[in-house]
T-cell receptor, first 111, second 115 residues
Framework: TQLLEQSPQFLSIQEGENLTVYCNSS?????LQWYRQEPGEGPVLLVT?????EVKKLKRLTFQFGDARKDSSLHITAAQPGDTGLYLC???????????FGTGTKLQVIP | SAVISQKPSRDICQRGTSLTIQCQVD?????MFWYRQQPGQSLTLIAT?????????ESGFVIDKFPISRPNLTFSTLTVSNMSPEDSSIYLC????????????FGPGTRLTVL
């Protein structure tokens, strides 16, 4: 069974602060996705990373895939209340294996 | 991307009854999935809904408790049978294969409360 551990589990910060969320596994993934979920909604895809060492930027969000494709990080610069939500990473090992979702990080940005 | 709708969005049910959740996609998709999620927590895959054949269930989930239908490439239902308070959760359907097989799109979820 592939496990994706996210840290921290909970994060409450002031508007304007920076933060990093980590997604770690002992398994290798062919691709990794990051989702954000707001209350009452389904998860929404933010980004997919596929190459070891890859860095993708989405406005104030920076995503990195580890060189060995076992881990990833999400860095948010100058967090805003609109960033509040549950962040989920998800790894796809490829082939017929199912996508594995991370344990989740609940972020609260206080105005 | 794909637009996915679910009905109902929420329900409160009595113990021992059953509830059927519908999932409709605006385009034909190969794979449809059903997940369960406790509020603020990660997703647990219940089953993969296969078009034209029986659903594939994950460990800990059985067809008698969670019967699934997939009559065509745009629609699926999940029934939660003989409900107990432990079934209170958010149920989400998702699809992949719209853009690529590693990208899933989710419905808004159905929040179920069993009394």
């Amino acid at each position: 069974t592939q496990l994706l551990e996210q840290s921290p589990q909970f994060l409450s910060i002031q508007e304007g602060e920076n933060l990093t969320v980590y997604c770690n596994s002992s398994s290798v993934f062919s691709s990794l996705q990051w989702y954000r979920q707001e209350p009452g909604e389904g998860p929404v895809l933010l980004v997919t990373v596929v190459t070891g060492g890859e860095v993708k930027k989405l406005k104030r969000l920076t995503f990195q895939f580890g060189d060995a494709r076992k881990d990833s990080s999400l860095h948010i610069t100058a967090a805003q209340p609109g960033d509040t939500g549950l962040y989920l990473c998800a790894g796809d090992a490829g082939g017929y294996q199912k996508v594995t979702f991370g344990t989740g990080t609940k972020l609260q940005v206080i105005p | 991307s794909a637009v996915i709708s679910q009905k109902p969005s929420r329900d409160i049910c009595q113990r021992g009854t059953s509830l059927t959740i519908q999932c409709q996609v605006d385009s034909q998709v190969t794979m449809m999935f059903w997940y369960r999620q406790q509020p603020g927590q990660s997703l647990t895959l219940i089953a993969t809904a296969n078009q034209g054949s029986e659903a594939t269930y994950e460990s800990g989930f059985v067809i008698d408790k969670f019967p699934i239908s997939r009559p065509n490439l745009t629609f699926s239902t999940l029934t939660v049978s003989n409900m107990s308070p432990e079934d209170s959760s958010i149920y989400l359907c998702s699809v992949d294969g719209v853009v690529s097989t590693d990208t899933q799109y989710f419905g808004p979820g159905t929040r179920l409360t069993v009394l």
